[in-house]
């Protein structure tokens, strides 16, 4: 135990509570293991896991990205309503599409924060709202339906990959994952992703040690946007329909998975697959509770609530003290040596 | 000759600067729309929008304190809710107030509790309980509305109560009195400001910050409740998304008011222009028909250029000594 990274101690108390509260729903509700269910669960998770990622790499700089739901909304409505015109788009160029819409919104942020020294909670929070009336504009009142798409789309989401015995895993899920698989190694191996842990630790000390922290910054947001146009492709394909509030309040979801998830909100730390817990957790406890008979629906955004104050906290105390077993250790070593003589 | 420049002194600073775009927005306005100068329209156009400056007085001390309130717009929907379901279950108007009153301490209290004596930073505690109070707001609703409150009630929201000033306007008249004389006449108000420059320097002057945090969450969570209760008068009936999103608009107006997001820095006189420049912008822009998403993006442009305006003029003024000093 002793020798357990705390963030590897903090990654299996999470997936202790996951399992937790799967076996606790499965003795509430009825055929809870269910294909059913799973994909129920895995496809919500699809949408959310990509911005969920953004967002980590957005809060280990010390930044927030509070827009991240209106990107997704404008991309699931552009590219639809493109492809509802050009339905011979081939799915690849499509998607391409949405990752540049996405990254383009990202980069406004990224140079407003990084370039234009405008705090992150008041330049997402501003576009926030400016991505969102652009859709409402764009849009002019009309709504994308499912009629209107190339059918390779409609049928994505019920599309199978592949099937482990009675699981079967679909497109859009695996594309989430992918993006999760490939943003987790980078993260753990290349020098250029590290850079993003340096500039969250330590702002100065990052500079002091030649890292651009400012093109970090900017480089951040653009893969946060990048990730959120992945969620809209997704979003699209998997509900077909879209109004001018596709999207609306993921910013907070993502930021709730990610917070449960164990990246440190102060910057600095926090792992790929601690957001992936994150974003399975929330969501099981999302589309758990609308099958639970004993609480209303209705319950779910107070649980959901509680449920990141609860995170937060064990947290902040499983930190603090690890702070303090560390500090007494170091004080053991140099009592050891017989330096620290000052301690009684 | 000493007046003037004393004149123009005040002019660069961010309330001049202020002063200068209310006078523009109102006389464009003026001259656009005649009926924009009249009595009445002025207090329409605080009355529509009364329950967001109420709140922005108290979030002016919160910024200032180096913190951020993010669930002030769900206390507000809480305590509109919690109301509507008191007087439809029979509880008399008078005390079903008082109870959401406390209700919102008690929400304020949840907040400061984690912000002041947990130390979880305020952004992370005020947006979980954004979404978590909101939560509640909706268990107490689910998908229904609640009308039907006692006539006298409603009227607050809406008929004359000094002259031809309703409750609300006259109770943000009061308090932003009294907000001024607190923030820039106390010591309390002092400590506030102390804190938001330097929490730790404040510690070892003495000052009991975590108790300072605590009060401020608290008064925040009141004063949103009694936001919300006006809410609810003014519109005579409450529903689960009661002032969802209104947390946007608080905020900029704040800010706006140049009030630093690192705290510190302020003034309830910057903030009360920037309040009249935002109303003023959305009733000019309602009387010329611009839909009301337009009028949000226009407050989230503004914001934006709140901090990125002083910061592009203080990069030009530090390249230029930069270019001089070679």
Not at chain 1, 86 to 95: D, E, S
Not at chain 1, 185 to 204: C, E, H, Q, T
Not at chain 2, 5 to 15: A, P, R, V, Y
């Amino acid at each position: 135990m002793k020798n357990l990274h705390p963030q590897t101690l903090r990654l299996i108390a999470l997936a202790i509570v996951l399992v937790g509260t799967v076996l606790f729903f499965s003795s509430q509700i009825d055929n809870y293991f269910t294909p059913r269910m799973l994909n129920r669960i895995a496809t919500s998770v699809a949408v959310i896991l990509p911005i969920a990622i953004g967002q980590a790499m957005v809060v280990m700089t010390r930044n927030i990205d509070l827009s991240v739901g209106s990107i997704v909304g404008i991309v699931a409505y552009i590219v639809g309503d493109y492809l509802g015109t050009h339905a011979g788009l081939h799915p690849a160029l499509a998607l391409t599409m949405a990752l540049a819409l996405g990254a383009l919104c990202g980069s406004i942020n990224g140079l407003l924060v990084s370039y234009g020294r405008v705090p992150s909670i008041i330049v997402t929070l501003g576009t926030l709202a400016l991505f969102r009336t652009f859709l409402v504009e764009y849009s002019g009142a009309r709504t994308i339906t499912t009629t209107s798409l190339p059918t390779w789309l409609v049928d994505l989401p019920q599309q199978t990959l592949f099937s482990i015995g009675p699981i079967e895993f679909r497109t859009i899920v695996v594309m989430a994952l992918v993006a999760a698989a490939i943003f987790w190694m980078a993260l753990s191996r290349l020098r250029m992703a590290r850079k993003i842990y340096a500039v969250g630790s330590n702002p100065d000390a990052a500079v002091i040690a030649g890292i651009n922290a400012p093109r970090v910054v900017f480089a951040s947001f653009v893969l946060s946007g990048a990730l959120a146009g992945l969620a809209g492709f997704i979003f699209l394909a998997k509900f077909g329909n879209i109004t001018v509030v596709a999207g609306l309040g993921f910013e907070l979801k993502s930021v709730a998975a990610v917070v449960v998830g164990g990246v440190n909100i102060f910057g600095g730390s926090g792992s790929i697959v601690g957001v992936l817990l994150g974003t399975v957790l929330v969501d099981t406890i999302d589309n758990s509770l609308t099958r639970w008979a004993v609480v209303s629906e209705f319950w779910r955004d107070a649980l959901l609530g509680m449920l990141i104050m609860t995170a937060v906290t064990a947290d902040t105390f499983m930190s603090r003290s690890f702070g303090r077993m560390k500090s007494k250790v170091a004080l053991e070593k140099t009592d050891a040596n017989g330096v620290g003589a000052k301690k009684q | 000759m000493n007046r003037s420049s004393s004149i123009l002194s005040k002019l660069g600073t961010w309330e001049g600067l202020l002063l200068l775009i209310l006078v523009v927005t109102i006389s464009v306005n003026a001259a656009i729309v005649p009926q924009f100068l009249t009595l009445q329209n002025q207090i329409n156009l605080f009355q529509l929008s009364v329950e967001k400056i109420i709140v922005a007085l108290a979030m002016t001390f919160i910024i200032i304190n180096a913190e951020i309130d993010l669930s002030v717009a769900s206390v507000m929907g809480l305590a509109a809710c919690a109301f509507a379901v008191l007087v439809q279950a029979g509880v008399p108007a008078g005390l079903a107030i008082l109870l959401c009153l406390a209700l919102g301490a008690v929400a304020g209290g949840v907040n400061a509790f984690f912000i002041a004596y947990v130390g979880i930073p305020s952004l992370v505690v005020t947006l979980a309980m954004l979404i978590g109070f909101r939560g509640f707001a909706r268990v107490l609703l689910e998908d229904q509305g609640i009308s039907g409150f006692p006539d006298w009630f409603n009227a607050l929201g809406r008929d004359a109560f000094i002259g031809p000033f309703p409750l609300s306007i006259v109770t943000f008249v009061v308090l932003f009195v009294l907000a001024a004389i607190v923030l820039h006449r106390t010591g309390f108000g002092r400590t506030v400001f102390v804190i938001g420059n330097n929490a730790e320097v404040a510690r070892f002057s003495g000052i009991n910050v975590p108790r300072v945090k605590a009060i401020l969450f608290i008064a925040s969570g009141v004063v949103s409740a009694l936001a919300g209760l006006f809410y609810a008068a003014r519109l005579a009936s409450v529903r689960g998304d009661a002032a969802n999103g209104f947390e946007l608009d608080i905020i900029t107006m704040v800010l706006l008011g140049g009030v630093s997001v690192f705290g510190g820095r302020g003034t309830i006189t910057g903030v009360l222009f920037s309040i009249l420049i935002v109303l003023n912008l959305r009733n000019g822009m309602a009387l010329m028909n611009i839909t009301g998403h337009i009028q949000t993006a226009v407050i989230g442009i503004l914001l934006i250029m709140s901090v990125l305006g002083p910061n592009l003029i203080e990069s030009a003024r530090s390249y230029k000594k930069s270019r001089a000093a070679a």
